[in-house]
């Protein structure tokens, strides 16, 4: 295991900033460059990498502020001042002047660049003998600084035009995950990468604590193919937080507290807090860097860098003080966001804090209704009487994915008696469990039914959201309604509250589906997208990776599904709590075999067979219709295709008995493609009625199947490759491929050829006579150029005879004649 992350740190991602520092340094009449950021971006580390690509052009000497020399005049510059003789007042004229000659002397005719770091710690009499020397032209700054409040000499220097700005930023959440791959030799699980952009926020300061730390600690380990994560082990003490900012000793008791209480709760509303603190107690928190506030209402108060709450909660729930527990009990009578209690919920349980039922209860119903069954399941636990039975069939819903059942029986358990005192609301969850026993069970003619409008009124509330979450999904299905994207717009419209809970994390996971069902995979991959990650807006990451990476499985997309799925798969070996281990290894096992007949290093040998990661008869209809649809593509890849061709056949009769009319597209659509010519016109039938990119394409697949027209089939693998479905792209390129004849227009066998070639398609059939192999597209490339065959066998060190073999069986597969029309093919 690579142990670089314990050494210097690579400077990734931030060539942008060193190019603009350079640039800043060599314009004309320049006084220098001002580097601003946060404690701990990596502003330093930036000079450096600058200065470093100066060194033979100039004369750089560091200037370096310090703590024990902040109160001694010009003890910053001892490095300048050893080269004169200081005669008097250190800023007079003549010593000035003298200074100047000395960097001359030293720079010997090159620039003098002074590198000035730790500006906090400079005295100002430094400061004011390094901007003389600026203003003067005797040298030029590279300055690195916080902000304007200990440097403000060079912000005037700045604000004037004599030094130009750079902004260091954190890290975004992309550039944090690929300098962490190249730094640990390996990809990092989305989890994994979650967890510590929640420690750091891309401050590489704090991100190196995190690592250090998480790895020291067994949080951060790596598997087989990749870095996983494992929740529950505390993965912030093996390093502390030394060289974050602001040292929580140097705080007054007052901001102390409040650190203690956002720490635990946090982020805490700023109104929420100010009742038992003074607004300049926030502001010297935000000041010491240890605590931001939101610029929007609510004016979220926050800890700045995970690390530094980490440390705090877990500290503080080693022997947790009775006034520190009624400040916070205070907090949460007080109207404390549901975020927040339940932050105060796991803390109170981690620190084994007794509570009492009535809170247990409430808690637990606010987790429940905040899409948490599982820490709803942990607070019930903690209840006098409770049925130990009833615990049991929750867990075993949960571990079926069956949330919304899940929920209901939670609220039964918490209410206890009372429940029965709400038929209203009793029936409206027997409605809700009703439509997710008819989705989960693949009967989605049943959800739209059972989850339409009564009397023309639309249900509101977070039940309904619940059931049109489900809806969105069971209308792809069933190849009706208004179509994905519409749905989720309706859903997401303006004067609508936004999902939350259980149904925001449903109209996520079934609004993927949707929209890759529908052929919208840029849409579906937005959602599972870096941003998202980043935003938290994902309660299990790993859910959004394996979700993307099945969905560009499935597509044909080999190596961006690997990248994604791979990392997912060893998450999910770790931590199965989300039960999707068996559809991360079909897509996995697909993955691994696409192109393998071209491609050596993805051996179907060495692909594992997506059969052995447990069971999948407990996961909901759509990732087990996901499995075997997997299964099916790594089939005919691997064995035999017709014998798949025929599978998916009989697939898609029982799903035209369900009603399920747009699954049976998709796999009507497998049967065509593999072979099956019986099915285009089923196909053709079934795609004439849906209006959506994947039936779009379908159509044209089956209309040229049956009328074996190369034209039809050279759009139909244009129309799926548009939206990212290779494996329909490919296959529909080879068929035009196959039909094409010498007559026809050479130019559109070189379209359908280069499609066939961005795909995994196998060639294995005889129709891949035809394709050009790499040499001969490469010489008849430089024919068409103009060269003769002397000069193609002159670059690639051949025979002319050779060459002139393979140009000629290029022109014959392409149906050209002449080195003219050869020409025309290649310009077009």
Request: charged share 20%; glycine share 8%.
């Amino acid at each position: 295991m690579t142990d670089d992350y314990m050494g210097a740190w690579p400077l990734l991602e931030r060539s942008g900033e060193v190019s603009a520092i350079l640039a800043g340094l060599a314009a004309p009449g320049s006084a220098g460059v001002l580097i601003v950021g946060a404690p701990g971006v990596g502003k330093t580390a930036i000079a450096r990498a600058a200065a470093a690509q100066l060194e033979s052009t100039a004369q750089v000497v560091l200037i370096r502020g310090s703590a024990a020399m902040t109160s001694t005049p010009y003890g910053a510059l001892s490095v300048l001042l050893m080269d004169v003789d200081p005669a008097g007042d250190i800023e007079s004229l003549p010593v000035l002047h003298s200074l100047q000659a000395a960097l001359r002397a030293r720079a010997r005719n090159r620039p003098a660049i002074l590198m000035v770091d730790n500006v906090h710690h400079l005295d100002d009499p430094s400061v004011r003998v390094l901007s003389y020397l600026a203003e003067v032209g005797a040298a030029r700054l590279l300055v690195a600084c916080d902000g304007p409040t200990p440097a403000a000499r060079f912000f005037d220097l700045w604000r004037t035009g004599r030094l130009a700005r750079v902004d260091v930023a954190p890290l975004t959440f992309e550039g944090m995950r690929t300098l962490l791959t190249h730094l640990l030799d390996g990809p990092l699980s989305g989890t994994a990468a979650v967890a510590l952009w929640r420690a750091s926020r891309g401050n590489l300061r704090a991100l190196q604590l995190a690592v250090r730390s998480a790895v020291a600690a067994g949080a951060l380990t790596r598997s087989t193919g990749a870095w996983v994560w494992h929740d529950g082990v505390d993965a912030h003490t093996a390093h502390g937080t030394e060289g974050l900012p602001g040292p929580p000793t140097a705080l007054t008791h007052a901001a102390r507290q409040v650190l203690d209480v956002v720490a635990v709760a946090g982020p805490v509303p700023l109104d929420a807090l100010l009742p038992s603190c003074s607004a300049g107690t926030v502001d010297e928190l935000e000041q010491a860097g240890l605590c931001v506030v939101g610029p929007e209402a609510p004016h979220a108060v926050a800890v700045a860098h995970g690390m530094i709450g980490d440390r705090l909660r877990g500290a503080l729930a080693v022997n947790p003080l009775p006034a520190f527990l009624e400040r916070l009990r205070s907090l949460d009578a007080g109207g404390l966001p549901v975020a927040g209690r339940l932050n105060l919920l796991r803390w109170f349980l981690d620190a084994e804090i007794p509570l009492q039922d009535a809170y247990l209860r409430d808690v637990a119903r606010a987790a429940t209704d905040a899409g948490e069954p599982r820490l709803a399941l942990l607070a019930v636990r903690h209840l006098a009487g409770v049925d130990a039975a009833d615990l049991a069939e929750v867990r075993a819903c949960l571990l079926r994915l069956k949330y919304s059942e899940a929920g209901a029986l939670l609220e039964r358990i918490v209410a206890g008696d009372a429940a029965a005192s709400d038929p209203a609301r009793a029936a409206d969850q027997a409605l809700t469990v009703a439509v997710e026993a008819a989705a989960h069970e693949g009967r989605f003619p049943d959800v739209l039914e059972l989850a339409a409008p009564r009397d023309g009124v639309l249900p509101t509330g977070t039940l309904a959201a619940e059931r049109a979450a489900r809806v969105v999904l069971a209308r792809s299905l069933t190849g009706t309604g208004p179509g994905v994207r519409r749905s989720l717009a309706r859903l997401h419209g303006t004067g609508l509250p936004a999902p939350t809970g259980t149904a925001a994390r449903l109209l996520q996971e079934h609004g993927f589906a949707a929209l890759v069902e529908e052929g919208y995979l840029e849409d579906a991959l937005r959602l599972t997208g870096a941003s998202s990650l980043a935003a938290g807006q994902w309660q299990d990451p790993v859910v959004a990776d394996t979700l993307a990476g099945t969905a560009l499985a499935a597509l044909g997309h080999r190596d961006a599904a690997l990248a994604v799925v791979r990392p997912a798969l060893e998450q999910l070996r770790a931590d199965n709590r989300s039960g999707l281990l068996p559809i991360a290894d079909a897509a996995a096992a697909y993955a691994s075999v696409l192109g393998s007949q071209d491609d050596a290093h993805a051996s179907p040998t060495n692909a594992r067979d997506g059969r052995d990661a447990g069971s999948a008869e407990h996961l909901p209809w759509v990732h087990r219709s996901t499995i075997g649809l997997l299964r099916t593509l790594a089939d005919a890849l691997m064995s035999d295709s017709d014998a798949a061709a025929r599978r998916f056949v009989v697939m898609a009769g029982a799903q035209r008995e369900a009603g399920n009319t747009g699954a049976e597209l998709l796999l009507r659509m497998h049967a065509v493609r593999l072979g099956q010519q019986s099915q285009a016109q089923p196909l053709l039938e079934l795609a004439r009625g849906i209006d959506t990119p994947l039936a779009g394409a379908a159509e044209l697949l089956a209309r040229g199947v049956a009328a074996r027209d190369p034209m039809i089939l050279l759009q139909a693998a244009e129309a799926a490759f548009a939206f990212g479905h290779l494996d329909l792209a490919g296959s529909a390129a080879l068929m035009s491929m196959r039909l094409h004849d010498t007559e026809d227009e050479p130019l559109h066998f070189i379209r359908a050829e280069q499609i066939f070639r961005r795909t995994h398609v196998p060639r294995r059939n005889t129709s891949a006579r035809r394709i050009l192999t790499d040499r001969e597209r490469a010489f008849a490339r430089m024919a068409a150029r103009g060269a003769t065959n002397k000069e193609v066998a002159a670059t690639h060190h051949l025979s002319i005879r050779t060459v002139e073999g393979h140009i000629l069986k290029a022109m014959g597969k392409l149906g050209v004649s002449s080195r003219k029309q050869l020409s025309e093919v290649f310009t077009q």
